[in-house]
T-cell receptor, first 115, second 115 residues
């Protein structure tokens, strides 16, 4: 069965600090996809990244970076030099190829960046 | 280009009533999925529709149903509303292909309150 765990319920940092959001997943499939979404106070989910199970390269996009490690079933997300606008709930999600567009979301981590 | 649109934005119903929520996908997207997000939790998958056919169903009772129209828009119907159906209902659209699972783009949601 698919499962996504985000052990950090809430994190507070001061602006300009680096912060890492953890995501651990469970799947029995060898082909799967991982995603991160941001949900700001407005409520709309914003897509951040997609990664398939065969691509373990870490990715950097501006202040955002992702660390995918199959050995530990983790797909962690780091924000460097955090800003107040980064305050939101962040969700990690998993989809197995055989289940198509059925995304299993984690419970989310609420990030508060204080000025 | 317009994103995913949903209507209505907010809805208040009483127990036992029926509700219909509507979604228009991004132009060119043929897959539409519905999710329920209860306050403080991650989205839960309800349905996926592609080419007017149901391609996936989550663990929701038969009171929940959906359909997709020839223009790829979709409706979610919920009968015999319960207090526990109060949630944010999210619609997501995506591309579909044999090369993998694509990221979903979410609409702003419909906030349903059942009294």
């Amino acid at each position: 069965a698919q499962k996504v765990t985000q052990a950090q319920t809430e994190i507070s940092v001061v602006e300009k600090e680096d912060v890492t959001l953890d995501c651990v997943y469970e799947t029995r499939d060898t082909t799967y996809y991982l995603f991160w979404y941001k949900q700001p106070p407005s409520g709309e989910l914003v897509f951040l990244i997609r990664r398939n199970s065969f691509d373990e390269q870490n990715e950097i996009s501006g202040r955002y970076s992702w660390n995918f490690q199959k050995s530990t079933s983790s797909f962690n997300f780091t924000i460097t030099a955090s800003q107040v606008v980064d305050s939101a709930v962040y969700f990690c999600a998993l989809s197995e190829k055989n289940y198509g567009q059925n995304f299993v979301f984690g419970p989310g981590t609420r990030l508060s960046v204080l000025p | 280009d317009a994103g995913v649109t949903q209507s209505p934005t907010h809805l208040i119903k009483t127990r036992g009533q029926h509700v219909t929520l509507r979604c228009s996908p991004i132009s060119g997207h043929k897959s539409v999925s519905w999710y329920q997000q209860v306050l403080g939790q991650g989205p839960q998958f309800i349905f996926q529709y592609y080419e007017k056919e149901e391609r996936g169903r989550g663990n929701f009772p038969d009171r929940f149903s959906a359909r997709q129209f020839p223009n790829y828009s979709s409706e979610l119907n919920v009968n015999a509303l319960l207090l526990g159906d109060s949630a944010l209902y999210l619609c997501a659209s995506s591309l579909v292909g044999t090369s993998g699972i694509f990221e979903q783009f979410f609409g702003p949601g419909t906030r349903l309150t059942v009294l």
